[in-house]
């Protein structure tokens, strides 16, 4: 089974820079694409970025857009979200997934499987 590993949380002040990144043990990842999704402490999994192998398109939720850049290697074993201009709103457990599914928005949880552990994001005010 496919088990990806998020890395590269931490603790940033408001206004500060992180990026984690997301691996599939030691070998290509597959599927449609890789996606980013976030939960914070008592809310539900919300999308935050995605980029679908074919043509290397991206895909932004608008509370990230402009300040958060998602891309991947060259021989796909990683992808990577630059997060920048990082506010406390965007505090939370960061998890990438490998998109799976066709037919569904790249911003549907549904869509995706094989979900990492998380990296826990901290930006304080």
């Known amino acids: 089974q496919v088990q990806l590993v998020e890395s590269g949380g931490g603790l940033v002040q408001a206004g500060g820079s992180l990026r984690v990144s997301c691996a599939a043990s030691?070998?290509?990842?597959?599927?449609?694409?890789v996606g980013w999704f976030r939960q914070a402490q008592g809310k539900e999994r919300e999308f935050v970025a995605a980029?679908?192998?074919?043509?290397?398109?991206?895909y932004y939720a608008d509370a990230v857009k402009g300040r958060f850049t998602i891309s991947r290697n060259n021989a796909k074993t990683t992808v990577y979200l630059q997060m920048n201009s990082l506010r406390p709103e965007d505090t939370a457990d960061y998890y990438c997934?490998?998109?799976?599914?066709?037919?569904?928005?790249?911003?549907?949880?549904?869509?995706?499987?094989?979900w990492g552990q998380g990296t826990q994001v901290t930006v304080s005010s």
């Open positions: 980029i679908n192998w074919s043509g290397s398109s991206t």
């Open positions: 997934a490998q998109r799976v599914k066709l037919g569904l928005p790249e911003s549907s949880v549904t869509a995706y499987d094989y």
């Open positions: 030691g070998r290509t990842l597959r599927g449609l694409g």
